[in-house]
């Protein structure tokens, strides 16, 4: 059975910083590509980052480049989500995924490429 566990969301002033976690259990981490997602309330969720197997390629949705930074700690079974320079369009719930599909130099942004869903943290950023 594969568990992902997201952590470290909250409330934030605009312009703060978190950083999200999501830890995972069950199977060798190092061979899922892993994901980030949003889903804020009435709008249908996004993706907002994904990273490859080896950790050596990663992707964007273009409203967060250059303020979100995904990485991946093989040795931790963890993946995580630095957010810089929020917004209060920023506020959603965020959830990580995990997905055995393509090469190990490969990242996802469509939900369906992913097999396993976290339950979700929620950001909240206040203007």
């Known amino acids: 059975q594969v568990q992902l566990v997201e952590s470290g969301g909250g409330l934030v002033q605009a312009g703060g910083s978190l950083r999200l976690s999501c830890a995972v259990s069950?199977?060798?981490?190092?061979?899922?590509?892993m994901g980030w997602f949003r889903q804020a309330p009435g709008k249908e969720g996004e993706f907002v980052a994904a990273?490859?197997?080896?950790?050596?390629?990663?992707g964007y949705v273009d409203s967060v480049k250059g303020r979100f930074t995904i990485s991946r700690d093989n040795a931790k079974n963890t993946v995580y989500l630095q957010l810089n320079s929020l917004k209060p369009e920023d506020t959603a719930v965020y959830s990580c995924?995990?997905?055995?599909?393509?090469?190990?130099?490969?990242?996802?942004?469509?939900?369906?490429?992913?097999?396993?869903w976290g339950q979700g943290t929620q950001v909240t950023v206040s203007s």
């Open positions: 995924a995990a997905g055995f599909l393509g090469s190990d130099s490969a990242y996802y942004t469509r939900r369906n490429a992913y097999n396993y």
């Open positions: 069950g199977r060798t981490f190092s061979s899922y590509n």
């Open positions: 990273i490859s197997r080896s950790g050596g390629n990663s």
